[in-house]
């Protein structure tokens, strides 16, 4: 196996285009997956990846930035986003000083902290290609659309909205990783939900976005009093964990959805 | 491979393979104080500072860190010689079997140059990839605040 150490995204672009070249970001991700069929790394290190910058309208991002470097950046740039809640709580303090977005967002591990958050804000990544950097949805990427392209992810830009926000998540003791968490941003106006988007992480399909739910919850008072949620609009399974069934944990995301939302809505009338 | 660090202010070159971890370097090189614990990235045992920032030597690939600055407990200071902050866990009685020590003293000394004063939360925050199976942290915890209030009163 080889190691490269290129210098720019072309540079790096180019040797991941050959068959069996991963590129290295912290590390952490392929030392779980292991080195099997891996010919080359292609270290990420020397490239400008940490960038960080914002207009009225977006937040970009620079892929290269650590979990512990995007708290630190957002806390500065934007005090409020779900991502700050969400990366300090993610693993631990020297593993958030090594997991970087990028790699976060090409491994997307079943109890990511991370893409949650990013999936609920609308967030487009940047891929560096063989000419020029482009930019998808996220969802797309995740959905294979772009998959073909084996370039880069340079970058994240992030819609600058201002949400009210709610992130939880189920672990069985504190700095285990997550069996599943929610992500729920709010956008309350004149005593109504004027817009909300729901997340969960963990599931059969990796992420659901529970747009049934929001569509039912939008335009409805703050004040509602009850907010029990609608059984059949609960459209989510999870898989077979050790230990864990399927039932329990769909009973578990339930009701951490239901506090979530009471908390959040309560907070928002508050 | 052949790849140069900086460990504890001292220029070292070593072989090693294209995948092995930083903490396998260190430790077949006789950096034994990095301690191999679950080799996962879960209970911090392994910890050291690259650059000055702190990470699990088992999760980085050695390759990755060539030509960067490694600090390991003994760069700190030694028995002779011991930085405040391992005097301040030794007064503090905040040491047993031992193993957790040296990445309990990184950690520590990594939040201690960023926030002079923590509070518990934060103190809790720092050490939260730190795992102790003998002490119940409450001596870790005396032993941070001691060595906080020594390094301010230095200072």
Known sequence: MDWYYPSTPAEAARILEEEGHMPHGGGTGLLRRGFRDIRGLVDLSGLKLKESNSDEDWVYLGSGLTFSETVETLSALWEDCILIRSLSRAAATPLRNRITLGGSIADFPLWSDLMGPLYALGAEIEIYGEEEPLRFPLKEYLDGRHKERKGLITGLYIPFKRWQSWYGRYTRVTFDYPMLNISILLKPDAGIIRDIRIVIVGTTSKMNRLKELEEYLINRPLSMADISLPEEMLHFSFPRRKGISPEYLHHHASVLLERGLSEIIRGSIS | ?155
Request: with cysteine.
């Open chain 2, 1 to 155: 491979m052949k790849g140069s660090f900086e460990i504890n202010r001292e220029e070292r070159t070593f072989s090693f393979e294209d995948t092995d971890t930083l903490l396998e370097v260190l430790r077949e090189n006789g950096y034994r104080e990095v301690k191999k614990g679950c080799s996962g990235g879960n209970c911090g045992s392994c910890v050291v500072l690259l650059d000055g920032i702190l990470v699990n030597s088992c999760q980085v690939l050695a390759a990755s860190a060539t030509g960067k600055e490694i600090t390991t407990v003994r760069g700190l200071g030694n028995i002779h010689n011991p930085h405040p902050i391992q005097k301040a866990f030794a007064d503090a009685g905040a040491v047993q079997c031992g193993f957790c020590t040296p990445g309990m003293i990184l950690a520590t000394y990594s939040l201690l140059s960023r926030n002079p004063d923590p509070s518990d939360e934060e103190i809790r925050r720092a050490l939260d990839g730190n795992i102790c199976r003998c002490t119940g942290y409450v001596k870790i915890f005396d032993a941070v605040r001691l060595a906080a209030r020594r390094m301010r009163d230095h200072d």
